[in-house]
T-cell receptor, first 116, second 110 residues
Framework: DTEVTQTPKHLVMGMTNKKSLKCEQH?????MYWYKQKAKKPPELMFV???????INESVPSRFSPECPNSSLLNLHLHALQPEDSALYLC???????????????FGAGTRLSVL | QKEVEQNSGPLSVPEGAIASLNCTYS??????FFWYRQYSGKSPELIMS????GDKEDGRFTAQLNKASQYVSLLIRDSQPSDSATYLC??????????FGTGTSLTVIP
């Protein structure tokens, strides 16, 4: 089973709303990721959690707040977003660490976010 | 963001032909290399991973890595219309820093 589950699939929110994106995996992976993908662009790395600790923050604005409650769950809390934040948000997970051959990312289906 | 560049495309090939996709990366300490396929509106799915110099074959797909030239490629033999998608090269710097290339759109013409 290589499934990463993201909810919701679609989300429309106003600029004053607070919402959360959720991601779950049961593959025993210890690294989890958030990516943002705009149309016709590659995914851009936002955050990486390794063993439930934030290990990489790619200078993401504070209106995006990640949380990793346990090794299977990853949340992305959204507050005061801008219309330009509208995008596909992808969650991924991987084994983490060595051997490199096992550190393959598996992606969820994504949440398509529209900010009005 | 680390620089990962792919041939700009779009790339069109007739059905049954070989499609060649190229990727160069700027960081010499890059460790692992991946090719993902992404259909429109869907999430990326892994096609191949490669870690050592040389070729790696899996069915109709062959990945080639040349670390000295900082170059990785993907060959798709006997291309099918179902191969029409955007192909993303991904590179890891450390184990968990994955960076994607700009993507190449491939169309296989029946």
């Amino acid at each position: 089973d290589t499934e990463v589950t993201q909810t919701p699939k679609h989300l429309v929110m106003g600029m004053t709303n607070k919402k959360s994106l959720k991601c779950e995996q049961h593959m025993g992976h210890r690294a989890m990721y958030w990516y943002k993908q705009k149309a016709k662009k590659p995914p851009e790395l936002m955050f990486v959690y390794s063993y439930e600790k934030l290990s990489i923050n790619e200078s993401v604005p504070s209106r995006f707040s990640p949380e990793c409650p346990n090794s299977s769950l990853l949340n992305l809390h959204l507050h005061a977003l801008q219309p330009e934040d509208s995008a596909l948000y992808l969650c991924a997970s991987s084994q983490d660490g060595r051997p490199l051959a096992k550190n393959i990312q598996y992606f969820g289906a994504g949440t398509r976010l529209s900010v009005l | 963001q680390k620089e990962v560049e792919q041939n700009s495309g779009p790339l069109s090939v007739p059905e049954g032909a070989i499609a060649s996709l190229n990727c160069t990366y700027s960081d010499r300490v890059s460790q692992s290399f991946f090719w993902y396929r992404q259909y429109s509106g869907k999430s990326p799915e892994l096609i191949m991973s490669i870690y050592s110099n040389g070729d790696k074959e899996d069915g109709r797909f062959t990945a080639q890595l040349n670390k000295a030239s900082q170059y990785v490629s993907l060959l798709i033999r006997d291309s099918q219309p179902s191969d029409s998608a955007t192909y993303l090269c991904a590179v890891t710097i450390t184990g968990n820093q994955f960076y994607f290339g700009t993507g190449t759109s491939l169309t296989v013409i029946p």
